[in-house]
């Protein structure tokens, strides 16, 4: 018997790092997160990009004072997240059949920085858990904060996978990294 591997047929796979790094094909055989919703807490998400055409079932600004926006961070971790499979474009997401909620707590403050408030952030994550995300990314960093603690804790209760990036300068990798759970 000859078997030949599955790759996915989208451009930018063979050069995506996560493709060969995470065995994307060979996850991709076990789970593709379908009918699981995944909260992105981030800066404005591009609904209207060709690689999440589809994926956003909602999305929501909670950046006071400021109107809903696309951005670079929030849509580049979208991608990551849930870009399509085998639509001939981009890259393939890690759950390119997730349905995520687009959640804008943070906002891009210049090319090389996105920033958040705790009380966008209060909101983004008020809202994620209210509306039954069952994984929220947190793509950010920064000091411990008692409230966004809080939710974290009210969201791990409910069984919600929180998902959050490490800053290697602060100590366990920076809050929400370092919240137990």
Known sequence: NIYRAQDHDDPL??????????????????ATGRQVRIA?????????HPDLAGQIELSENFVAASPFTAERHGTEVAGIIAARADNHVGIVGVAPHAHL???RACWQASAH???????????ALDFAIAHDAQVINLSLSGAPDLLL?????????????????????LPGGGFPAAHPG
């Open 149 to 169: 603690g809080k939710l974290l804790d009210v969201a791990l209760k409910r069984g919600i996978s929180v998902v959050a990036a490490t800053d290697r300068t």
């Open 40 to 48: 992105v807490v981030d800066s404005g998400v591009e609904s209207a």
């Open 101 to 103: 909620l687009a959640l």
């Open 13 to 30: 796979y063979t050069v995506q790092p996560a493709a060969t790094l995470w065995h994307l094909a060979a996850l991709h055989e076990q």
């Open 113 to 123: 920085a996105t920033l958040c408030t705790s009380l966008g952030l209060a909101r």
